[in-house]
């Protein structure tokens, strides 16, 4: 139902924009989140956007060089990588709240759907 796409191969120092599609629903109204997952870590949380996109919410690490947004007409949420480093590289996922649950949220627990990720691979 949800799928991440935009990644790809960058030297350090690079941009890339992610995107998240939806498919057989909509997720206009669901808190969306970004997470990934480097080899050989935990997945982590990234980013989160509520459903008006009024409210964001960032790992520290990527403040300042990422930003969430969303487009909720065409059922859609980005991540805008800048400045990106070769520690950014992992597999990302885009992941929903279930409805009903308003609050932006950096708990991977706390999100119920998730897509397939797609790879960041950053180069120094």
């Known amino acids: 139902q949800l799928q991440a796409s935009g990644g790809g191969l960058v030297q350090a120092g690079g941009s890339l924009r992610l995107s998240c599609g939806a498919s057989?629903?909509?997720?206009?109204?669901?808190?969306m989140g970004w997470l990934r997952q480097a080899p050989g870590k935990e997945r982590e949380f990234v980013a989160s956007?509520?459903?008006?996109?009024?409210?964001?919410y960032y790992t520290d690490s990527v403040k300042g060089r990422f930003t969430i947004s969303r487009n909720n007409a065409g059922n859609t949420v980005y991540l805008q990588m800048s400045s990106l480093k070769p520690e950014d590289t992992a597999v990302y996922y885009c992941?929903?709240?279930?409805?009903?649950?308003?609050?932006?949220?950096?708990?991977?627990?706390?999100?119920?759907?998730w897509g397939q990720g797609t790879q960041v691979t950053v180069s120094s």
């Open positions: 992941a929903a709240r279930n409805l009903g649950y308003s609050a932006i949220s950096p708990h991977l627990s706390d999100y119920t759907f």
């Open positions: 057989g629903r909509t997720f206009s109204r669901n808190v």
């Open positions: 956007i509520n459903w008006s996109g009024g409210s964001t």
